[in-house]
């Protein structure tokens, strides 16, 4: 996903590595949890669109290191916890047994919160007072992309759906929660990094993060259907069997990969202002929409 002269995995990879080599205070065990949950591989979109949506306007990578660790920690902690039993109950979570089962639950559950406590941690760290503006905004974003009005809001949610029928205003509701929040968070804080706080320019990155937020989801809910577990790295079909409402449950297959297809429109609608400037973020929006994982 990263452009020419730029592997973003790579380097997001070595960043979360870095982050993670933690004081040898405390437990051992809870460590070594966290290492499994975050570096076990991953498509690392998240933090690819906070390098994207930086270098796309201006910023150095480096400027960009600690908002794209802190938004993989948030996102790694939100599928340690969706996984337990009490959540989604899922075994596998990106080819391997998830966090809960390579460990234990309460072992998971710590895990997350310590990785969610990580993340703000490295958006705290010392700046400049110019920076230090933008690196409390990128806190106030990640804060409000995973909270009531964000994930945590559309994972309660979808737990309240189970079994309901939902409509496609309501499915678009939840998964603009659950999925979608904090892959425009990501977007968002690109920008912030990049002294990008308000203007013309961050609200067409607002609509293409929304865009592809859900074009994302949406493709999830297609994979369930034609995946194979080795192929998706968790159990396909899974949210069939708990009776989940889904954009093919209620559109079928054809017409969810039409949804698909309309929100990478939009979001390449979106970011044509950019020009040249936004081709990286082009490819990732073809990417989501086009993945088989």
Do not use: N
């Amino acid at each position: 996903m990263g452009a020419a002269g730029h592997d973003w995995p790579a380097r997001i990879e070595s960043v979360l590595d870095r982050a993670l080599r933690l004081p040898e205070s405390g437990s051992a065990r809870l460590r070594e949890a966290m290492r499994y949950s975050v570096l076990g591989g991953g498509k690392r979109l998240r933090p690819t669109l906070v390098y994207a949506t930086g270098t796309a306007l201006g910023a150095a990578p480096e400027a960009l290191d600690d908002p794209a660790a802190a938004v993989e920690l948030i996102h790694v902690y939100s599928l340690v916890h969706d996984d337990l039993p009490a959540m989604d109950d899922d075994d596998l979570r990106r080819g391997r047994p998830s966090c809960h089962r390579a460990f234990d639950e309460a072992t998971a559950i710590l895990a997350g919160d310590a990785l969610q406590a990580l993340a703000f941690e490295l958006l705290a760290a010392p700046a400049d007072p110019a920076e230090a503006t933008r690196r409390l905004t990128m806190a106030r974003l990640l804060a409000q992309g995973i909270g009531t009005a964000g994930m945590a809001g559309g994972q309660a949610i979808d737990l309240e759906s189970v079994g309901r029928q939902l409509d496609l205003t309501a499915l678009q509701t939840m998964h603009r929660l659950k999925t979608g929040a904090l892959i425009e968070t990501s977007v968002l804080m690109g920008a912030a990094a990049a002294g990008v706080l308000e203007g013309p320019t961050r609200d067409a990155l607002r609509e293409y993060g929304a865009a592809i937020g859900l074009a994302f989801q949406i493709q999830d809910d297609i994979l369930d259907v034609t995946g194979t577990t080795a192929s998706i790295g968790k159990v396909a079909g899974a949210d069939a069997a708990h009776a989940k409402p889904t954009y093919t449950s209620l559109m079928g297959l054809d017409g969810a990969r039409a949804a698909a297809t309309a929100q990478l429109a939009r979001a390449r609608t979106a970011i044509a202002p950019l020009g040249a400037a936004g081709a990286e973020l082009a490819r990732i929006a073809d990417f989501v929409v086009g993945r088989a994982s």
